[in-house]
């Protein structure tokens, strides 16, 4: 028969039921209070008396969390919002869709004489939307071939296929829209991309966003290049309400910078680690190994991290965007992409571009100059804003 145990016992060594029982007749408090979080209502909360240990509360708590835990609720939770601001990425994409507007004439009085000349044109406000040539060759071949099997007989159904072929590009490739943070505390997204691109913007706005939903956000100013930069990233900190992180002096190391950053996160149970970056040519390699060291000190900290590394890219760039993604994907390894300023272009087609060309998802796009317009990227919402 056991003896009673002495104050310094872990909880190790027995089962979580005996553990309670022992606890009564002890000086041991085990008391489940539930989070006022409703992101975390469904996991207890354990407070521990001065000589218990949580480790094995800690193991089962891992379990849960990559099961139905406080990030994969964020990142759902974003997702949902995107379909109820419809409307926004509908406005954000007028430009494009103006551009798109002339495949509805073409197709308004359709006959199957006239198919070579529509789908030629058709191919053209494709091109001019830059769709990228591989892409719209693919499209129109699939609807001739459609056309030709008798398939598609009018032109509102060669407009379903048209949107369908978009949808499925957006779909096969670029499935994993969500962001995906894991389980552990804190989950750490690196931004990185060219100068000018929208970086400290987009992380300003994304910062508003999951704050909205709940979480606890640390933002981190590594963009050490740029005099203004931190300065910049201070008053987004202020206007969202968000802690800040920054050099303690001049010409500090951005890697320094982001590895302090993140063990404040650890140490004081951010849920989320803002990662600025200096911007950057994907064509100075230097510069972009430091990316490397910036990735592997996030990673000394926090096993795993950075959880996301988006890539923020100029919608007015179109197609010349493709060569910054895939340099840059090269060197840290792309999880997804910001697309800002997508409402002053008409070159939305870019976004399927990117996807097809090199199978990573667009997670967030840019489609306004206020602090909600950054929206997360919903492919079928998408879709409908071009093809109205």
């Not at 240990?53 to 919002?81: N, W, Y």
């Amino acid at each position: 028969m056991l003896s009673t145990p002495s104050p310094s016992l872990h909880l190790t060594q027995f089962s979580l039921p005996r553990a309670i029982e022992m606890a009564s007749s002890t000086q041991f408090s085990l008391t489940f209070k539930p989070s006022p979080s409703p992101l975390f209502s469904n996991f207890p909360r354990t407070r521990f008396g001065p000589f218990t240990t949580a480790r094995p509360i800690a193991s089962r708590f891992k379990v849960l969390s990559s099961q139905t835990g406080f990030f994969t609720r964020l990142g759902r939770l974003i997702k949902e919002k995107a379909k109820s601001d419809v409307e926004k990425i509908f406005s954000g994409f007028s430009k494009t869709r103006d551009n798109l507007a002339v495949i509805d004439e073409l197709l308004l009085y359709w006959n199957l004489a006239d198919t070579d000349r529509v789908l030629d044109e058709l191919e053209e406000a494709l091109l001019v939307s830059d769709f990228g040539p591989r892409i719209t060759i693919k499209i129109v071949e699939r609807l001739r071939e459609d056309i030709l099997n008798g398939k598609l007989k009018s032109g509102s159904e060669i407009k379903d296929a048209l949107k369908r072929s978009v949808l499925d590009l957006l779909t096969t490739k670029g499935s994993n829209t969500e962001l995906r943070l894991g389980f552990r505390k804190p989950a750490v997204i690196m931004i990185v991309g060219v100068n000018g691109g929208g970086k400290t913007t987009s992380l300003g706005k994304l910062a508003y966003r999951l704050k909205n939903e709940g979480a606890k956000i640390l933002m981190a100013a590594g963009d050490t290049f740029r005099a203004a930069a931190s300065d910049q990233l201070e008053i987004w900190a202020e206007r969202t309400g968000c802690e800040i992180v920054v050099a303690e002096k001049e010409n500090a190391k951005a890697s320094s910078v982001l590895s302090q950053a993140v063990k404040r996160g650890k140490e004081q149970g951010f849920d989320v680690v803002l990662c600025d970056t200096s911007g950057r040519l994907h064509t100075n390699y230097s510069l972009m190994e430091e990316l490397i060291a910036c990735k592997k000190a996030v990673e000394k900290v926090v096993r795993g991290a950075p959880n996301e590394i988006l890539l923020v890219l100029d919608g007015n760039t179109g197609l010349n965007m493709l060569p910054q993604a895939r340099e840059f994907n090269e060197v840290v390894g792309i999880t997804g992409f910001i697309l800002t300023k997508l409402d002053g272009s008409a070159r939305g087609g870019c976004v399927v571009s990117v996807v097809d060309e090199l199978g990573i998802p667009v997670k967030f796009v840019g489609v306004g100059e206020g602090v909600e317009d950054l929206q997360p990227f919903d492919a079928e919402a998408f879709v409908n804003a071009i093809f109205s």
